[in-house]
C-alpha cells in the first residue's frame, strides 16, 4: 500500500482518488488544491492540506489536534484507560514505560480519523518536544469494531510516543498506527516508517529546543489512524463526548 500510494502515473492515481473521494464521501472543497490531477500521488491528495480559514485555532488551553471523531475520553484511573465498554488497558502498555505520578491519574481523549479526514495532525496546546519513541506492532484495523472487541488493540499497534512539556506538566501525545498505514512521519524527523523495525526506537530531544506552538503541524498519517492524548492531573479538564464528531482547532476544554 506505500508504494501504490505513491504511484505517480496519472491514470492510475486519479482514477483510484477519484473512487476514493465518491466511495468515502470526501469533501475536496475543503483543500487548498481541489483539482484531483494537480496530487502528485494518492498520498499526496490523502495528507492534503486544507484551507486554513476553515480550521480557525480556539484561544482555549486546548484544541482538537485532528478532524475526527471521540472514540473514548475520561479520567484515567490508576493507569488505566478505557477503550471500549467492557475494555481497559494500561498506559505502561500503551507507551512501553512507566508513566509519570501526573499521568497516571490524570486524563486522556481517544480521536479516531476515518479514510475521509483531513490526516495531518496538530498540536493541541503549545509544548516543548522532550522525547519520542516508535514501538513497532501490529496493524489492526482501528474502527468502532475492532476497537469494541479487541484487547489493547491500541497498546498492540505501531505507535509513536511523544512527549511534550506544557504549561501544564508533561503532556503524552501517541499515533497510532492502522491497517494501510505503511507510514507515519513528524515535523521534526520526517518519515520514521519505512524502514521498518522490529526494535524500539528511541529519540532525544532535550538539547534541541523543539517547540510547538498550539495549532503547529506535528505530523501525518500517510492512512487513517487514531490520536491518543494523555494530559497530567493539573490540566484544563476535557469536555468530550464519545462519538462526538470535531474539527482540528476547535476547544476540546470547558
Not at 496519472?10 to 473521494?21: H, L, M, P
Not at 500503551?94 to 483531513?118: R, V
Not at 501525545?173 to 521498518?196: D, K, N
Request: proline content about 4%.
Amino acid at each position: 500500500m506505500f508504494r501504490f500510494a505513491r504511484i505517480e502515473n496519472s491514470w492510475v492515481k486519479n482514477n483510484f482518488t477519484r473512487w476514493f473521494i465518491k466511495q468515502y464521501q470526501v469533501n475536496l472543497s475543503e483543500a487548498e488544491i481541489e483539482n484531483i490531477e494537480d496530487f502528485i500521488s494518492f498520498n499526496d491528495f490523502f495528507t492534503r492540506a486544507i484551507k486554513l480559514s476553515l480550521r480557525p485555532i480556539s484561544e482555549s488551553d486546548i484544541i482538537s489536534p485532528v478532524d475526527g471523531v471521540v472514540s473514548q475520553a475520561g479520567k484515567i484511573n490508576d493507569s488505566q484507560i478505557v477503550q471500549a465498554k467492557s475494555h481497559h488497558y494500561s498506559v505502561t502498555s500503551l507507551i512501553d514505560d512507566m508513566p509519570s505520578k501526573e499521568i497516571q491519574n490524570g486524563s486522556f481523549a481517544t480521536i479516531y480519523l476515518s479514510p475521509k479526514d483531513y490526516h495531518r495532525i496538530h498540536m493541541p496546546c503549545d509544548g516543548a518536544l522532550i522525547s519520542m519513541k516508535y514501538i513497532p506492532g501490529d496493524l489492526f484495523s482501528v474502527n468502532q469494531n475492532t476497537v469494541d472487541n479487541i484487547d489493547g488493540v491500541f497498546a498492540r499497534n505501531e505507535r509513536l510516543v511523544c512527549l511534550f512539556e506544557t504549561d501544564f506538566g508533561v503532556m503524552v501525545f501517541v499515533l497510532v498506527g492502522a491497517i494501510f498505514v505503511g507510514s507515519m512521519q513528524t515535523s521534526w524527523e520526517g518519515l520514521i516508517t519505512p524502514p521498518y523495525s522490529k526494535a524500539v526506537k528511541n529519540y532525544d530531544y532535550k538539547d534541541r529546543q523543539i517547540k510547538l506552538l498550539k495549532g503547529d503541524e506535528l505530523g501525518r498519517f500517510n492512512m487513517g489512524s487514531t490520536v491518543i492524548m494523555l494530559m497530567p492531573e493539573d490540566s484544563p479538564e476535557l469536555n468530550l463526548e464519545v462519538g462526538q464528531a470535531l474539527k482540528m482547532g476547535q476547544s476540546v476544554t470547558g
